[in-house]
């Protein structure tokens, strides 16, 4: 059975960082990384990684967060640094293995002005 466990969520000031953990069990996954949700909007990508190390980035992050990924682990990351309100939501892991698609069950980032 496949679980992957997020941590990292917080508040933090505009301006700081915070950084994710995903820690997945149970299966090999091709691609891992983190979507996000926030108050009535629609769940967009913030950042994948594969197990090759190639990376996608939603525009809104790029050069501010930056993924990577403990293979040995089976853990992704997701370092945030300059945080504005805007990235407040809801941040999701997401991994993908042949025909399978998992979520985590989302940790809360609120950054405050």
């Known amino acids: 059975q496949v679980h992957l466990v997020e941590s990292g969520g917080g508040l933090v000031q505009a301006g700081g960082s915070l950084r994710l953990s995903c820690a997945a069990s149970g299966s090999i996954f091709s691609t891992m990384g983190w979507y996000r949700q926030a108050p009535g909007k629609q769940r967009e990508l913030v950042a994948l990684i594969t197990r090759t190390g190639a990376t996608t980035y939603a525009d809104s992050v790029k050069g501010r967060f930056t993924i990577s990924r403990d293979l040995a682990e089976n853990t992704v990351y997701l370092q945030m640094n300059s945080l504005n309100p805007e990235d407040t939501a809801v941040y999701y892991c997401?991994?993908?293995?042949?025909?399978?698609?998992?979520w985590g069950q989302g940790t809360q980032v609120s950054v405050s002005s």
């Open positions: 997401y991994a993908r293995r042949i025909g399978y698609e998992h």
